[in-house]
């Protein structure tokens, strides 16, 4: 053993050999004493040796946490305590109990030997006080902290500062008491201990003197908000025991506890998810410890009982069919077939790729053309329920998304209340009428909310706000509807798969009349099919006289009266048969408001004939032009938009740089005032289509050329007289169709969109492509001259002799 080591700094030696012990569990500052317990082998056999009490041991520490021994200096820090050992006990369960007294700081230069026991080669530190401004900063904040952790942590003793401020003069001696003294983690403790450098350590503890104020902080909040929360819940646990006893009292016991625990088996029995399950164990629990009476009671059981009622695992189970769906879409629609193969392939790739997101259809067209019932047919072809809502005019997301529940009387959205009523999580949803949601700033975007819906990266965690837990809905197969497409916000658009359904021809109507609608009215009205029976040249004749729509749905409303005048016939007695033949049409209907256009008017200077496209389809435009003597004065009337007037506008500049190629005098634009006006003066009209049929009419005016009122036209026109496609060409040419008109005039960039018109359109149609608004003019004016305004205005002059007359005008 190595000889006792004087306590004084000045005796001790230059350097020596120590037995060594590696403290895991404790740390030993100079001139602190600590008690420890000592149970390893080669502890027990260094500290059973002869030298008995006064022996000095090097006091080593580990860098790492958890670790029981080293015997290497890479694991123990370089700086260690030489210790006297100033008391030995021997416990009954063979370990030595002793206590350590720091003399001075070693620095341990070499593992000499690890048995019998660990031996180490150690040179003493020498204490530098240092000094200067910074030193006495350091000394200063840091006392101040202690001061302000003692009165913050009431587990330390008062007399701890007097104790540092009699040290203050030594910021060692100062700064080994703060270590030893203020509860520190044992790796810290190890740091401080093991800084030699006086400065360093001052520094190192400042900062974990800071770290301790602000964990004591938070443990003094943590622990009063703690103590506030366990004495209210001790004050509500005593008010409910003595609720239950007054209730028990009052015999009304029984009746809230028993459907809180009905509630909790059905929790237990339905299989939610984890956050749906933990969100209604934590509503159950409230609800027990309420009246049943209370509105707030309600209110939570209402929530529960929303979460059990949905379907989140709840999928249906019936396999695809494409034959099966193929013969649903033809059985419940006529026609349509484009449509019909764009939602084959959908279910197609629906069938093949299980894990494939719900898509998401959009049917565009004008009313009654069968998008909703598309929708139903969809449904039914692929086995699932069907779920619809509407969102024409809304202004509030929260019809949407929800009301939260800390308002009276708040419900989910409609999403989740249709799903609810679905009975899975992947029904065929349909959503009606996108194209009118409104927009209120003050009640959110609805468009916005159902983005989150459809969006297939978003709508797989829907949050609902009364629900407040993610919802599943990219199993959902979304069919959306809408009339004009341009009226679809932008960003709900860009993720819809959008199909057009532009309207029904003739022959199409017929059939859809024939099949469907004549048995739904009959059906639906009382009668039998030997009641009323309609012939084919009796629907042929309410198609072309009482509809001119794109849809069915007037046809329908037309049928339905017919039903209803012969179901008063039969309630009165008269039992026989009716077949409504194409005479009997205007008996039942009165005089049909639709006459072929081109046998009720006669070729007029000034009139030409357009298309045009509209959210019910296409229709026809008539353009007239009125020359009358003035100062060349133009006025536009018809409700005419921005566009239809700069058209206007851009043709006759065109009649007037062309008018010697078309023999016009210039003169006449000088003394005519021009009026243009498109009739149905209270219907506004825009769009880019109509300035063909412009030219076409302001030509027609000057020339005196009348306009063929068998052809119509559409197509822009650009300065120089080319013709611009446009859209809509379908829709446009079945209209000219059902006006009786057969030749029509498209720009020759839409022959590209032939095909999209009905074959049997095509087959009794004539449809003529320019590309040039000559052509226009030399297809749609007759060669006849009828007056021009000057001569009708000098025929209208009576002659000053009677035997002269006035000469007729020019063939």
């Not at 027990?44 to 029981?68: H, I, M, Y």
């Not at 020498?126 to 000094?131: I, V």
């Not at 009323?532 to 001119?548: Q, V």
């Not at 005098?665 to 005519?672: G, L, N, Q, R």
């Amino acid at each position: 053993m190595s000889p006792d080591v004087p306590e004084s700094p000045s005796e001790r030696p230059v350097a020596a050999e120590l037995p060594a012990l590696v403290l895991t569990s404790t740390v030993v500052f100079p001139l602190d004493v600590v008690s420890l317990q000592v149970a390893k082998p080669r502890d027990l056999r260094l500290l059973d040796g002869p030298s008995g009490e006064n022996q000095v041991v090097a006091c080593l520490f580990p860098k790492a946490e958890g670790v029981d021994d080293a015997d290497t200096l890479d694991d123990l820090y370089a700086v260690g305590v030489a210790c006297r050992v100033i008391h030995r006990m021997r416990m009954p369960n063979e370990t030595l109990q002793v206590v350590l007294q720091g003399l001075y700081r070693i620095e341990c230069k070499e593992l000499l030997a690890s048995a019998p026991y660990l031996r180490c080669r150690t040179l003493p530190v020498e204490p530098k006080e240092p000094r200067g401004s910074d030193v006495d900063g350091l000394i200063y904040r840091s006392m101040e902290m202690v001061d302000e952790l003692v009165r913050a942590d009431g587990s330390y003793p008062r007399e701890m500062v007097e104790i540092l401020r009699m040290n203050i003069a030594g910021g060692g001696r100062f700064a080994d008491l703060i270590g030893a003294h203020v509860n520190l983690p044992l790796a810290v403790k190890r740091r401080l201990v093991a800084t030699a450098d006086v400065r360093d350590r001052l520094k190192a503890v400042e900062e974990v003197l800071e770290e301790a104020i602000a964990r004591t902080r938070v443990e003094a909040d943590v622990g009063q908000r703690v103590k506030v929360d366990i004495e209210q819940r001790q004050r509500e646990g005593y008010l409910r025991a003595q609720m239950r006893a007054i209730r028990k009292e009052l015999g009304e016991e029984g009746d809230g506890a028993q459907e809180v625990d009905d509630l909790r088996e059905r929790v237990k029995a339905a299989g939610l998810p984890k956050e749906a399950a933990e969100a209604a164990g934590r509503e159950l629990d409230r609800l027990s410890g309420m009246s049943s009476s209370s509105a707030e009671y309600h209110v939570a059981r209402t929530y529960v009982t929303w979460i059990l009622e949905l379907p989140w695992n709840a999928v249906s189970r019936t396999r695809l069919d494409l034959a099966k769906a193929r013969v649903v879409l033809d059985r419940d629609h006529y026609g349509l077939e484009d449509v019909k193969e764009r939602i084959l392939e959908f279910l197609a790739v629906r069938r093949l790729r299980k894990d494939a997101k719900g898509p998401i259809l959009c049917l565009v067209g004008p009313p009654g053309v069968g998008k909703t019932s598309l929708g139903r047919s969809i449904a039914e072809a692929v086995g699932r329920p069907f779920a619809r809502m509407s969102v024409g005019g809304m202004h509030d997301e929260s019809e949407i998304k929800g009301h939260r529940r800390t308002y009276v009387g708040s419900l989910p959205g409609k999403v989740i209340q249709a799903l609810k009523r679905a009975g899975t999580r992947d029904p065929v949803f349909m959503i009606d009428e996108v194209d009118k949601m409104g927009h209120d700033p003050t009640r959110g975007d609805p468009s916005s909310a159902l983005l989150e819906v459809l969006d297939p990266e978003q709508n797989g965690t829907f949050s609902d706000h009364y629900l407040d837990l993610p919802f599943d809905l990219s199993k959902v197969f979304f069919v959306a509807t809408g009339n004009v497409l341009d009226d679809i916000p932008g960003p709900l658009r860009d993720r819809m798969e959008v199909v057009t359904l532009s309207g029904y021809t003739r022959e199409e109507k017929f059939h859809i009349a024939k099949d469907h609608l004549v048995p739904k009215v009959v059906r639906d009205n009382g009668l039998d099919p030997a009641h009323l029976s309609f012939s084919d040249e009796g629907l042929h004749a309410l198609i072309d006289g009482y509809t001119r729509e794109a849809g069915v749905r007037n046809l329908e409303r037309l049928l339905a009266r017919v039903a209803r005048k012969v179901a008063r016939r039969v309630a009165e007695g008269r039992k026989e048969a009716v077949v409504v033949r194409a005479e009997d049409v205007a008996v039942f209907l009165e005089t049909p408001p639709y006459l072929d256009e081109t046998k009720a008017r006669d070729p007029v200077v000034g009139v030409a004939t357009g298309l045009a496209w509209t959210a019910g389809g296409g229709t026809v435009l008539f353009i007239e032009a009125l020359g009358m003597p003035g100062t060349g004065r133009v006025q536009v009337t018809g409700r005419l938009g921005e566009v239809m007037r700069e058209s206007a506008d851009l043709a006759l500049s065109w009649v007037r740089a062309n008018a010697e190629e078309l023999g016009i005098d210039p003169a006449a634009f000088k003394s005519t005032d021009v009026h243009i006006h498109v009739p149905e003066g209270a219907t506004p009209k825009d769009g880019p289509s109509a300035g063909v049929t412009l030219v076409t009419a302001l030509a027609s005016l000057f020339t005196a050329k009348p306009v063929r009122v068998d052809l119509a036209m559409t197509g822009e026109v650009t300065l120089k007289g080319r013709v611009l496609p446009v859209g809509g060409i379908k829709e446009k040419v079945l209209a000219a169709r059902r006006a009786g008109i057969r030749t029509v005039l498209l720009p020759e960039g839409n022959r590209r969109d032939l095909h999209e018109i009905p074959e049997e359109a095509r087959a009794d149609m004539d449809i003529r492509f320019s590309a040039d608004v000559h052509q226009n003019l030399e297809a749609a004016l007759m060669t006849v001259l009828l007056p021009t305004v000057a001569q009708q205005r000098a025929m209208a002059v009576p002659s000053k002799s009677p035997h002269v007359s006035t000469p007729p005008p020019p063939a």
